[in-house]
T-cell receptor
Framework: EAGVAQSPRYKIIEKRQSVAFWCNPI?????LYWYQQILGQGPKLLIQ????????DSQLPKDRFSAERLKGVDSTLKIQPAKLEDSAVYLC?????????????FGPGTRLLVL | AQSVTQLDSQVPVFEEAPVELRCNYS??????LFWYVQYPNQGLQLLLK??????LVESINGFEAEFNKSQTSFHLRKPSVHISDTAEYFC??????????FGTGTRLQVFP
């Protein structure tokens, strides 16, 4: 079974530029998560989808971050414009369905550096 | 609000020695507890989880963790570590909203 795929693996941009990350979850997984992991911290949930609907985006800085999962499969996360403090690893995870007991499977992450 | 504290940011240990990685949580409701491991340049992988039942849970590679409700802890232990156990370990808590709250991580460094 293929795992969660993410691209690109690394991205370097200058502040005020825009950037997009892509995630393809495990086949058949209805729930998709985007996390931000700043150096020295644990992952923090940005947004959670169930199929193509948003379940929770309370921690997403909506003035600059956006995410979509139009067909309920893969997802993109965009930052526009980027700030220095957005430098982090962006992790995508998926689970078969909603529920606190469900295991989340993580991709390798996209490491973003904003200069 | 839930929170997770991992007091040790780094734990150095020699190969074949025992290790304990500490995790404490705070929550006003019943929780589910998880340990994830992150090997270099890889994503997080679930190591073990406590959902209900026996308070001692084990992983396939020799780690175990015990849920202690009175001390609000979920410490991770292994009686004899290998070089290959070198990684970052994250404790996480979830209530029935299925949001995972992670600790800041503990970097386990195993020396030969």
């Amino acid at each position: 079974e293929a795992g969660v795929a993410q691209s690109p693996r690394y991205k370097i941009i200058e502040k005020r530029q825009s950037v997009a990350f892509w995630c393809n979850p495990i086949s058949g997984h209805a729930t998709l998560y985007w996390y931000q992991q700043i150096l020295g911290q644990g992952p923090k949930l940005l947004i959670q989808f169930q199929n193509n609907g948003v379940v929770d985006d309370s921690q997403l800085p909506k003035d600059r971050f956006s995410a979509e999962r139009l067909k309920g499969v893969d997802s993109t996360l965009k930052i526009q414009p980027a700030k220095l403090e957005d430098s982090a690893v962006y992790l995508c995870a998926s689970s078969s369905t909603l529920g606190a007991r469900e295991t989340q499977y993580f991709g390798p992450g996209t490491r973003l550096l904003v200069l | 609000a839930q929170s997770v504290t991992q007091l040790d940011s780094q734990v150095p240990v020699f190969e074949e020695a025992p290790v304990e990685l500490r995790c404490n949580y705070s929550s006003s409701v019943s929780v589910y507890l998880f340990w994830y491991v992150q090997y270099p340049n890889q994503g997080l992988q679930l190591l073990l989880k406590y959902l209900s039942g026996s308070t001692l849970v084990e992983s396939i590679n020799g780690f175990e963790a015990e849920f202690n409700k009175s001390q609000t802890s979920f410490h991770l232990r292994k009686p004899s570590v290998h070089i290959s156990d070198t990684a970052e370990y994250f404790c996480a808590v979830s209530d029935n909203t299925d949001k995972l709250i992670f600790g800041t991580g503990t970097r386990l460094q195993v020396f030969p």
